[in-house]
């Protein structure tokens, strides 16, 4: 007898993966934005030593931490302009591999010959420069606010802090700019969801009376924090009036916002 080979032929139905929801995603994409990798970074850093989440506190003036572009003018916290450009002399310490060095170097070029142009001009450090910015490798990422005077550090923990988003967020700090979710007109854009937010982090939510140098709010601008910025639930803080606005804090370099403000600041 001639064995019958019967062939079963199985239909497989493809199974489709459960839809992610759009908060879901979001919370997916989160962990390359600008704020997330500076938090992350900034987890060993007392909170105490900073504002806004990465604003250094000077020790000697708890004060020149409240500076923004319109007293920074009268106080000196801009840096000097001769004839048409602002030079600010800079270090960046040797802990920093060739790679990061680059990395800085051109972030900061950008001022320069970026897709804007600004009169800033961040220039190697001579024996003759009194005041200029210290890029270290310190424990975080931070910046003071505005021109300090002497050695002025900006930190980028080498392992972290070391992206062209960040370099350029801590030297927008350091020429006197705050975050662009504090801006004193911020209330007429975003709802801060306070209630989301980490107990004893609220402060970093805090109103600035900053000098806005008539430039519409920016949700594009490498200043801007996520929504989901000291989330204590997984929460948005930070929600947009305008329901069409669904992303932002993910800037990987300055918008064309932030090329204006500098020049509207610094009369370029």
């Not at 975080?140 to 300090?148: A, T």
Request: glycine share 6%; aromatic share 8%.
């Amino acid at each position: 007898m001639t064995p019958v080979v019967i062939i079963v032929l199985l239909s497989v139905t493809a199974v489709s993966p459960i839809p992610i929801s759009e908060t879901d995603r979001k919370k997916r994409d989160v962990s390359t934005t600008t704020f997330t990798k500076i938090a992350k970074a900034n987890e060993n850093v007392l909170e105490s030593h900073l504002r806004h989440g990465d604003i250094m506190v000077p020790t000697s003036n708890d004060d020149g931490i409240l500076k923004n572009a319109v007293p920074c003018t009268s106080a000196g916290c801009k840096w000097p302009k001769t004839r048409r450009r602002v030079k600010i002399p800079y270090t960046i310490s040797n802990e920093f591999s060739r790679k990061q060095k680059r990395t800085i170097r051109r972030a900061l070029r950008a001022f320069k010959r970026g897709k804007r142009r600004t009169c800033i001009r961040f220039v190697r450090k001579r024996r003759r420069h009194r005041d200029y910015i210290s890029f270290i490798s310190g424990t975080g990422c931070w910046s003071y606010l505005g021109r300090q005077g002497n050695a002025q550090q900006i930190s980028l923990q080498k392992n972290g802090c070391v992206f062209k988003d960040i370099v350029q967020h801590e030297a927008l700090h350091a020429l006197g700019f705050h975050h662009e979710h504090v801006r004193s007109d911020r209330d007429e854009h975003v709802i801060i969801n306070f209630e989301n937010i980490i107990s004893g982090f609220e402060r970093n939510f805090a109103i600035e009376q900053t000098n806005n140098l008539g430039t519409p709010y920016d949700f594009q601008s490498v200043m801007h924090y996520g929504e989901f910025a000291f989330s204590k639930n997984g929460l948005p803080t930070i929600v947009a009036r305008d329901s069409a606005v669904t992303t932002f804090g993910t800037a990987t370099e300055m918008s064309a916002n932030d090329y204006e403000r500098v020049n509207r600041l610094y009369e370029c």
